[in-house]
């Protein structure tokens, strides 16, 4: 459902990100310049090396104390400062849009507006370092998407965008990770925020996750109890929100102990794949704030990405 920006983010929320920063480990070479380090060796500020001059090097570059002791033309390289590319999975099909239900508390949101307040909590931490973003979303194909953007004014616009979009549809999770990975851009931090929840199985999103190039962050929007959603005991109408059915249940104690075990394998992988992306996996429930979940991320108020 589309919400309007003031309940995604409010002041409060923005005070509380102020001190937090994202710092890319590595950041491959070929950005603009902002406040991430880079591998490349150029204009920047800290001294990392030298080497002789070759025809074409700046001359500002040349270390003349050096000349004067050896009587050879060297320059000095520094680390560059470059942006790092931010991209947002977004998942928007109709089970992101589902409340907690059961005796979870009313105002529980559901679970896309919980990944879309995850996405501007971190796109206003990357837009205030110049770092670029873009956000794309989808349901069963790709939808509308924000081209990449920079910079603090950006912000905005970006939670207008976010606000902007529905949860609808059927979910074509493995597919759009595939795709995703297929596009050449430059290799950044990816941050996938999904229910997980795909007809091709766990297995299949896994193996999706696995072939993204960049770094990857696995952020689960989930409601507490759902692994073991006692609530449902008893006989009950399970109809599916993207509409491919319902089944009729005689839930007892034995078949959420076999629910349970399912939910914790599917878990397990897709969290497993997230990890071996050089990222991590978090789930942001839904009944609580999404700052301090995410602030498990930070240490000392830096993410390593």
Same mark, same amino acid.
């Given at each position: +459902? ?17 001190? %937090? ?11 603009? =310049? ?15 090396? +030298? ?94 998407? +924000?081209?990449?953007?920079? *910079? ?12 902007? %979009? ?26 996938? %925020? ?36 006692? =609530? ?26 076999? =629910? ?11 969290? *497993? ?20 979940? %995410? ?11």
């Amino acid at each position: +459902m589309t919400v309007a920006p003031a309940e995604l983010f409010d002041p409060a929320f923005v005070r509380s990100l102020e001190a %937090l920063q994202i710092l890319a480990r590595s950041v491959p070479a070929g950005g603009r =310049h902002a406040e991430q380090r880079s591998r490349a060796r150029g204009a920047g500020q800290e001294f990392t090396d +030298m080497r002789p001059y070759v025809a074409g090097d700046d001359f500002r570059a040349v270390d003349w104390h050096v000349y004067q002791r050896l009587d050879k033309v060297f320059v000095r390289l520094f680390l560059q400062d470059e942006d790092l590319p931010v991209y947002f999975l977004l998942d928007q099909s109709a089970s992101m849009a589902r409340g907690p239900g059961g005796s979870a508390p009313a105002a529980a949101p559901d679970r896309s507006t919980v990944a879309r307040r995850a996405v501007a909590a971190l796109a206003y931490v990357s837009l205030h370092q110049m770092d670029r973003v873009s956000v794309h979303p989808f349901a069963g194909e790709a939808l509308r998407g +924000m081209p990449a953007t920079s *910079g603090k004014n950006s912000f905005q616009r970006l939670l207008a965008y976010l606000a902007s %979009l529905p949860a609808s549809g059927t979910t074509g999770l493995a597919e759009a990770i595939r795709s995703f990975a297929a596009r050449r851009f430059r290799r950044g931090l990816c941050v996938l %925020l999904t229910d997980g929840f795909d007809p091709a199985g766990s297995a299949a999103v896994a193996d999706a996750i696995r072939l993204l190039p960049h770094r990857t962050l696995l952020l689960r929007p989930v409601h507490r109890g759902e692994d073991r959603p006692v =609530h449902l005991l008893g006989e009950v109408r399970a109809v599916d929100c993207e509409g491919s059915g319902s089944l009729e249940l005689s839930i007892d104690e034995a078949l959420l102990d076999r =629910h349970q075990a399912a939910y914790r394998e599917f878990t397990e992988a897709i969290a *497993g794949a997230a990890r071996a992306r050089g990222g991590g996996y978090l789930e942001l429930f839904s009944d609580t704030p999404v700052v301090p979940q %995410l602030a498990k991320l930070f240490q000392y108020g830096v993410m390593q990405a």
